[in-house]
């Protein structure tokens, strides 16, 4: 079993910063991919940023220079450091991977969200 955990997330004054970050744990033999996306209410949902194996990482065009995403491969890690932020950054935030897990071939799995307040 692989499960994502998700940690970070609140709420926060526009201009703010949060961090994010969500661990991959279980029966994985390579992460392809690994990033975030958001939903925020009555939108679909979004990618924000997310980096492949490669080391290529791609933003969202509404986040590049205020997001920063982060992976520690030792501890199937990736990080969201978010600066900057603003109100229409209010979302739920979504950890997503693709993995190849030892029995159960590659799929996409995602945590459970996090919400993200930007708010004064």
């Known amino acids: 079993q692989v499960q994502l955990v998700e940690s970070g997330g609140g709420l926060v004054q526009p201009g703010g910063s949060l961090r994010l970050s969500c661990a991959a744990s279980?029966?994985?033999?390579?992460?392809?991919?690994m990033g975030w996306y958001r939903q925020a209410p009555g939108k679909q949902r979004e990618l924000v940023a997310r980096?492949?194996?490669?080391?290529?990482?791609n933003y969202a065009d509404g986040v590049k220079g205020r997001f920063v995403l982060s992976r520690d491969n030792a501890k199937n890690t990736v990080n969201l450091q978010m600066s900057s932020l603003k109100p229409e950054d209010t979302a739920v935030y979504y950890c997503?991977?693709?993995?190849?897990?030892?029995?159960?071939?590659?799929?996409?799995?995602w945590g459970q969200g996090t919400q993200v307040t930007v708010s004064s």
């Open positions: 980096i492949t194996s490669g080391d290529n990482i």
């Open positions: 279980g029966s994985i033999v390579s992460i392809d991919r």
């Open positions: 997503h991977a693709l993995i190849r897990a030892l029995l159960d071939g590659t799929s996409d799995y």
